[in-house]
C-alpha cells in the first residue's frame, strides 16, 4: 500500500536557521509529489508540487524541495526561516494510476523569534 | 475567485442528533473529497468522489455518509454523531489528474457531547 512518512513529528527552530523537513513515500510507479502547509487555525495550502522536469522546485514564500526517486524522498529546505514559518507542514503523494492522493501526518513547525 | 466553502465553521451538538456539514466548489472539478485531521493522525480520507454519482469509500468512513448528486456539492452526513467523531474536518477538490494539487475549505470543527 502507498504511504508517506515524514520523519519529524515536530521541529524548533530559531530565526535564520536553515531547515530541511523530510518526506519519504512508498509507491513503485509515477508519483506527483505535493508539500502543503497549514497555518495556525486555517486550512491547508499548497505550498509546491513536483509532477516532473527539474527534481528542484521553487515554491512560494522561499520554500523548495528536492525529488530524489533513487530514494524515494521529497524533502523540504528552506535557508533562512522566518517566525511567520511556523506552522503544520505536510508531505503528499498522488500515483499516476489513479487520483488517490496520501498525506504524510504532518510535521509541527515551531519558529521561535 | 475560486474556492471551496465549507458550512458551518465551527459546530458544537449533541449525540445521536444527525448533521450536514456542506462543502460547495466553483471550479468545474471532478474530484471531491472529505478529510478529518485529529492530532497525532495527520489527515485522514473519510470519503471521495471522482464524478457525480460516484462515490467511494476513504480509510475511515464509518459513522458517515456522502452524496454526490450535483457537480459542485459534496455533502458530509452524521446520521447518528458520536463523540469519536468530535474533529477537524476538511472537504476538498481537485481536477482529475491532478494538474493543480487539491484545493481545500476552510473547515469545520465539529464537537459532539
Known amino acids: 500500500a502507498q504511504s508517506v512518512s515524514q520523519h519529524n513529528h515536530h521541529v524548533i527552530l530559531s530565526e535564520a536557521a536553515s531547515l530541511e523537513l523530510g518526506c519519504n513515500y512508498s509507491?513503485?510507479?509515477?508519483?506527483?509529489l505535493f508539500w502543503y502547509v497549514q497555518y495556525p487555525g486555517q486550512h491547508l495550502q499548497l505550498l509546491l508540487k513536483?509532477?516532473?522536469?527539474?527534481?528542484l522546485v521553487k515554491g512560494i514564500k522561499g520554500f523548495e524541495a528536492e525529488f530524489i526517486k533513487s530514494k524515494f524522498s521529497f524533502n523540504l529546505r528552506k535557508p533562512s526561516v522566518q517566525w511567520s514559518d511556523t506552522a503544520e507542514y505536510f508531505c503528499?503523494?498522488?500515483?499516476?494510476?489513479?487520483?488517490?492522493?496520501?498525506f504524510g501526518k504532518g510535521t509541527r513547525l515551531h519558529i521561535l523569534p | 475567485e475560486a474556492q471551496v466553502t465549507q458550512n458551518p465553521r465551527y459546530l458544537i451538538t449533541v449525540t445521536g442528533k444527525k448533521l450536514t456539514v456542506t462543502c460547495s466548489q466553483n471550479?468545474?472539478?471532478?474530484?471531491m473529497s472529505w478529510y478529518r485531521q485529529d492530532p497525532g493522525l495527520g489527515l485522514r480520507q473519510i470519503y471521495y468522489s471522482m464524478n457525480v454519482e460516484v462515490t467511494d469509500k476513504g480509510d475511515v468512513p464509518e459513522g458517515y455518509k456522502v452524496s454526490r448528486k450535483e457537480k459542485r456539492n459534496f455533502p458530509l452526513i452524521l446520521e447518528s454523531p458520536s463523540p469519536n467523531q468530535t474533529s477537524l474536518y476538511f472537504c476538498a477538490s481537485s481536477l482529475r489528474g491532478q494538474g493543480g494539487g487539491y484545493t481545500f475549505g476552510s473547515g469545520t470543527r465539529l464537537t459532539v457531547v
Open positions: 503528499a503523494v498522488i500515483s499516476n494510476r489513479d487520483d488517490k492522493i496520501i
Open positions: 471550479m468545474n472539478h471532478e474530484y
Open positions: 513536483y509532477f516532473s522536469g527539474d527534481p
Open positions: 509507491y513503485g510507479g509515477t508519483v506527483n
